[in-house]
């Protein structure tokens, strides 16, 4: 039998492109990276049979995000090379792609949301932020080429939505501002590598957005026991924030600083060893806030405890960064990062290389062959774990 490879996102290790997975309610998962986009364990292609790709070069700095549905029937995705909804590359009035950067390997980024029904989508890039294929008159970005980034979160009812970037934080349309009007900037200046992220519950009735300045919920600032600002990750700190809001209004929050829920930081949880730790950080949180998964160049934390023997990167300084998703009930969970995409703990492989082994050993087990066998969802393969395929998705 031949060795079943892990499946990897990612070409490179230390890869610039990044890596993004979202779950579904149903436990499978698409994931995004320079290797091309990865649906029901297997890359996507196009009619001519070739791997999809939303970046246009390997090691890009545009990076890729992905959003999908909560019954995983519809998802987004983007990068430097356009936007793709459900398949197709996304086209305006003359048959163009639309393309959220001005430029190839720009450091904007790019940044989709989806609502769980999968009837509306956000997008945002260098070149501006578009709902639904249809730009909005605002930009989050101060510059092309910025590095504060970009990143958008949509509610169910496609209404309700919150954006930042280095030009302030947009909630549903409208630039928050302080008690003197001026606009509230999560970030100390424009081209700030502490980039930003925001949250919003499926309702649309809460929301968490954090930079180097501090977080924010529902437009205020979490403030320790002394009045100060928390602060997750310090100015210009390549490690970044990450945040996460429930359906019942608890959220989490990550950085440098360390892993805070509700407002208090978690004892003993670091998920990063240097601020300057290209890793990054990431968290997801269930719909209950009860469970929740975080990753970072130490290692992946579920419900409070550390993943035994479990890094998504192969260095502890990676580019290539790390993802994490969970399902709203905290059942399932998936990360990913340059050592590749694991399932609940567990290395994903690639279908196809894995079906393949399947057929071949699928008479040997006819006669007792102990390589092969099946365990509830999935198939096991020389003692490798490969989920079947959906009845719909054959």
Same mark, same amino acid.
């Not at 990076?63 to 995705?77: I, K, M, P, Q, Y």
């Not at 360390?258 to 949180?285: H, R, W, Y």
């Given at each position: 039998?031949?060795?079943?490879?892990?499946?990897?996102?990612?070409?490179?290790?230390?890869?610039?492109?990044?890596?993004?997975?979202?779950?579904?309610?149903?436990?499978?998962?698409?994931?995004?990276?320079?290797?091309?986009?990865?649906?029901?364990?297997?890359?996507?292609?196009?009619?001519?049979?070739?791997?999809?790709?939303?970046?246009?070069?390997?090691?890009?700095?545009?990076?890729?995000?992905?959003?999908?549905?909560?019954?995983?029937?519809?998802?987004?995705?983007?990068?430097?090379?356009?936007?793709?909804?459900?398949?197709?590359?996304?086209?305006?009035?003359?048959?163009?792609?639309?393309?959220?950067?001005?430029?190839?390997?720009?450091?904007?980024?790019?940044?989709?949301?989806?609502?769980?029904?999968?009837?509306?989508?956000?997008?945002?890039?260098?070149?501006?932020?578009?709902?639904?294929?249809?730009?909005?008159?605002?930009?989050?970005?101060?510059?092309?080429?910025?590095? /504060?980034? &970009? %990143? *958008?979160? =949509?509610?169910?009812?496609?209404? +309700?939505?919150?954006? !930042? #970037? $280095?030009? @302030?934080?947009?909630?549903?349309?409208?630039?928050?501002?302080?008690?003197?009007?001026?606009?509230?900037?999560?970030?100390?200046?424009?081209?700030?590598?502490?980039?930003?992220?925001?949250?919003?519950?499926?309702?649309?009735?809460?929301?968490?957005?954090?930079?180097?300045?501090?977080?924010?919920?529902?437009?205020?600032?979490?403030?320790?026991?002394?009045?100060?600002?928390?602060?997750?990750?310090?100015?210009?700190?390549?490690?970044?924030?990450?945040?996460?809001?429930?359906?019942?209004?608890?959220?989490?929050?990550?950085?440098?600083?360390?892993?805070?829920?509700?407002?208090?930081?978690?004892?003993?949880?670091?998920?990063?060893?240097?601020?300057?730790?290209? /890793?990054? &950080? %990431? *968290?997801? =949180?269930?719909?209950?806030?009860? +469970?929740?998964?975080? !990753? #970072? $160049?130490? @290692?992946?934390?579920?419900?409070?405890?550390?993943?035994?023997?479990?890094?998504?990167?192969?260095?502890?300084?990676?580019?290539?960064?790390?993802?994490?998703?969970?399902?709203?009930?905290?059942?399932?969970?998936?990360?990913?990062?340059?050592?590749?995409?694991?399932?609940?703990?567990?290395?994903?492989?690639?279908?196809?290389?894995?079906?393949?082994?399947?057929?071949?050993?699928?008479?040997?087990?006819?006669?007792?062959?102990?390589?092969?066998?099946?365990?509830?969802?999935?198939?096991?393969?020389?003692?490798?774990?490969?989920?079947?395929?959906?009845?719909?998705?054959?």
């Amino acid at each position: 039998m031949s060795e079943i490879k892990p499946l990897r996102l990612n070409y490179y290790l230390d890869d610039a492109a990044g890596v993004r997975v979202k779950l579904d309610a149903n436990g499978g998962w698409t994931g995004i990276g320079s290797n091309g986009v990865v649906r029901d364990e297997s890359f996507l292609r196009d009619k001519d049979g070739a791997e999809v790709h939303l970046n246009y070069y390997r090691n890009d700095e545009t990076g890729v995000d992905v959003a999908t549905s909560l019954a995983g029937d519809r998802f987004v995705a983007a990068g430097s090379n356009g936007v793709m909804v459900d398949g197709r590359f996304l086209t305006d009035d003359e048959g163009k792609r639309v393309r959220l950067n001005h430029y190839l390997s720009d450091k904007t980024g790019v940044a989709v949301a989806m609502t769980r029904d999968g009837q509306h989508w956000m997008a945002a890039g260098s070149n501006g932020l578009m709902r639904d294929g249809k730009w909005l008159e605002q930009r989050l970005n101060t510059y092309r080429e910025d590095e /504060t980034g &970009v %990143a *958008v979160s =949509l509610a169910e009812d496609g209404e +309700h939505f919150v954006g !930042a #970037g $280095s030009q @302030g934080v947009l909630v549903n349309g409208q630039w928050l501002t302080n008690e003197q009007g001026e606009k509230i900037h999560l970030n100390h200046y424009a081209e700030d590598k502490t980039g930003v992220a925001v949250s919003m519950s499926p309702d649309g009735k809460h929301w968490i957005a954090a930079g180097s300045r501090g977080v924010l919920v529902d437009g205020k600032w979490v403030r320790d026991a002394t009045g100060e600002a928390v602060r997750l990750s310090g100015l210009n700190c390549e490690c970044g924030v990450a945040v996460a809001m429930s359906l019942s209004g608890h959220w989490m929050a990550a950085g440098s600083a360390g892993l805070m829920k509700d407002g208090v930081f978690l004892p003993g949880i670091d998920l990063t060893s240097s601020s300057s730790n290209e /890793t990054g &950080v %990431a *968290v997801a =949180l269930s719909d209950d806030g009860e +469970h929740y998964v975080a !990753a #970072g $160049s130490n @290692g992946v934390v579920h419900d409070g405890e550390w993943v035994p023997s479990l890094h998504l990167n192969h260095y502890r300084s990676d580019g290539t960064g790390v993802s994490v998703s969970m399902t709203p009930d905290g059942s399932h969970w998936v990360g990913a990062g340059s050592n590749g995409v694991f399932l609940d703990g567990q290395p994903v492989y690639e279908r196809d290389q894995a079906e393949a082994e399947v057929r071949k050993l699928a008479e040997g087990a006819a006669q007792g062959n102990s390589a092969f066998g099946e365990s509830g969802d999935a198939v096991l393969v020389g003692g490798v774990r490969v989920r079947k395929r959906s009845p719909q998705t054959q």
